[in-house]
């Protein structure tokens, strides 16, 4: 049974913009988890770190990402955000949210292991 169900993905032309979201299903789960991440994995590459949000809300993205993709959560709402604009081809992938129930390192330790829990998985798709 998967705890973390990603919506929002959807097919857009270049330039566009995006919201995904991650509802998680345990309750108060968001703010309690050490972190969470959004994580891309397209066709034949390998999976990538997009961003990263810790508990207290210190942020970590990829490089490719930086400057385009903003990660936030809403605890109330029990549910992670990543806002994406300025999309290009190379944004296409299965986006997978996930979480890990406890670490250290920060933010950037999450971006680069990933964690626990997963969801599904929401597709985007750049092209005109």
Avoid at 87 to 113: F, H, I, K, Q, V
Wanted: proline residues 5%.
């Amino acid at each position: 049974q998967k705890h973390l169900v990603e919506s929002g993905g959807d097919s857009v032309p270049p330039g566009g913009s995006l919201r995904l979201s991650c509802l998680a299903l345990i309750p108060s789960f968001t703010s309690r988890v050490y972190c969470m991440g959004w994580f891309r994995e397209a066709p034949g590459e390998q999976a990538e770190g997009v961003a990263a949000i810790d508990r207290d809300g210190a942020v970590v993205y990829g490089d490719s990402v930086k400057g385009r993709f903003t990660i936030s959560k809403d605890d109330a709402a029990n549910t992670l955000y990543l806002q994406m604009n300025d999309l290009t081809p190379e944004d296409s992938a299965m986006y997978n949210c996930a979480a890990m129930p406890s670490g250290w390192g920060g933010p950037g330790y999450c971006l680069e292991r990933g964690g626990d829990y997963w969801g599904r998985g929401t597709q985007v798709t750049v092209s005109s």
